[in-house]
């Protein structure tokens, strides 16, 4: 239990380290004109990145004056913990929300559907859908058959209280997240969940203007939006390079891209721009790694691995430590992300490039270490063996011999030999050289 608070409290510390840098760069001077609808778009998982634009979008709004917020919204699901204080900003808002699932082919499933179902109005374009809205764990790892029911039961009194809250179909929203029931548009509205169908946002408008709608603490509100000033809001640089990091592929490459930087620093140290690579690149996927549903079987084995490719250059193994590092990588790679939501899992189009990747730069660099440690010494005394000297004092059998510039007692394996002879020499014993004549290993050829 200690080891799994101590990686969670480590987590949210980068976490809260990257969201407060954004913050810093989202919260610069801004003027703000009055508008009567503010629209922005959510095209993305639900995250703590997309969760801060979407409270910073109402907030802009209601700071603005704005009679109406309207999100479009196009989202395969997220984590519940996100979907939860969205919804909460939502409910609160000060102005109306009306959340759009659009353009066709869009879907707002999952934690998109709480999204549409807190909504003052929610409406959908043809040829969108909604629903599969069984939760998702934030961390990604095996709970039990209890502890499951105990989340879905949570999940399933959040969506009946915002559908009795808007006056929607409960049960419907219900079965939406026990059974996973998806809808269309089309069925959406003839079982009461959304409000309208309509092509695009001026089909809407023309569909709001003059109706009256209740907020959920019950308050009556008259849209009047003729000719009405639409201002759109758009992501900051922070916050879509905060969500781009809550990709999970992204976060696979970092952590890949950190991996093989920290490598080829161990392997070759001093290089210091490849540790520094790494380093920053690990820090970044640790972040995306806080935001996403983290299997830590997953992250073990691919640790598993980063320590076996190290192992591989201290203890020769002959590659059977990479091969398994390679096994460990792969393996973990395909269980880092535990979701039912295909976004929100790693590619096997990524995994394999990768980790073929991987095994060819680590091959490459081992390659080269163990090259290194089979290379004859070509320096100190070690590298005197294979060395030709030249007898300065007759060998016989002992004598002295030149060899790099320094006198060394030698004795010679093949009988007497004169000064000025070449020899070669054997090996060092002690503080004297084994020698033979050359001439006796051209007599031998």
């Known amino acids: 239990m200690n080891q799994f608070s101590r990686y969670h409290e480590c987590m949210r510390f980068f976490s809260m380290s990257l969201m407060v840098l954004a913050g810093l760069f989202s919260v610069l001077p801004n003027h703000v004109s009055a508008a009567d609808i503010v629209k922005f778009r959510v095209e993305d998982t639900i995250q703590p990145a997309s969760r801060q634009f979407i409270e910073r979008a109402l907030s802009e ?12 919204l196009d989202t395969p699901g997220g984590l519940l913990d996100s979907t939860r204080e969205i919804t909460t900003a939502i409910t609160g808002s000060k102005i109306p929300v ?31 859908n909604t629903g599969a809205a069984h939760p998702v764990s934030g961390q990604g790892q095996e709970i039990g058959e209890h502890m499951e029911a105990k989340v879905t039961n949570d999940a399933s009194a959040m969506i009946r209280s915002l559908a009795e809250g808007r006056n929607r179909n409960p049960e419907k929203a219900v079965e939406a997240v026990v059974e996973s029931s998806s809808y269309t548009a089309t069925e959406a509205l003839e079982l009461g969940l959304i409000d309208f169908v309509v092509h695009n946002i001026d089909s809407l408008i023309e569909e709001l203007d003059g109706t009256t709608i209740t907020r959920f603490d019950g308050e009556e509100v008259v849209l009047n939006l003729a000719d009405p000033v639409i201002v759109v809001i758009d992501p900051t640089p922070a916050e879509e390079f905060l969500s781009v990091l809550a990709n999970p592929n992204i976060a696979y490459l970092l952590m890949a891209l950190g991996m093989l930087g920290i490598y080829v620093e161990v392997t070759h140290p001093g290089a210091i721009f490849p ?69 929100m899992r790693v590619s096997l189009g990524v995994i394999l490039p990768t980790a073929f990747l991987v095994a060819l730069v680590t091959g490459f660099l081992l390659s080269r270490v163990l090259r290194a440690h089979h290379r004859r010494p070509m320096t100190g005394v070690q590298g005197m063996v294979g060395e030709t000297g030249r007898v300065v004092q007759e060998l016989n059998p002992r004598g002295k011999v030149a060899v790099h510039g320094e006198w060394w007692d030698a ?35």
């Not at 709004?61 to 479009?72: F, I, Q, T, Y």
């Not at 879907?107 to 040829?127: C, E, H, K, N, T």
Request: proline residues 5%; without cysteine.
């Open 61 to 72: 709004a209601a700071a603005r004056g704005a009679d109406l917020a309207v999100m479009e």
């Open 98 to 128: 009306v959340v759009f699932v659009a353009p066709a082919g869009a879907r707002a499933a999952s934690a998109g559907f709480f999204i549409l179902m807190a909504a003052d109005v929610a409406s959908m374009a043809p040829g969108t």
């Open 275 to 343: 540790g520094v690579v790494g380093v920053i690149a690990m820090l970044l996927a640790l972040y995306s790694l806080s935001v996403l549903p983290v299997s830590l079987a997953g992250v073990a084995l691919i640790v598993v691995g980063l320590v076996l490719f190290l192992l591989e250059v201290k203890v020769t193994s002959y590659g059977l430590l990479t091969v398994g590092g390679l096994i460990s990588f792969v393996l973990g790679s395909l269980m880092l992300f535990d979701s039912p939501v295909p976004d």
């Open 411 to 445: 004795r010679s394996s093949g009988g007497g030999v004169p000064v000025d002879a070449e020899v070669k020499v054997l090996a060092i014993v002690g503080r004297h050289l084994e020698v033979e004549p050359l001439g006796v290993v051209e007599e031998e050829n």
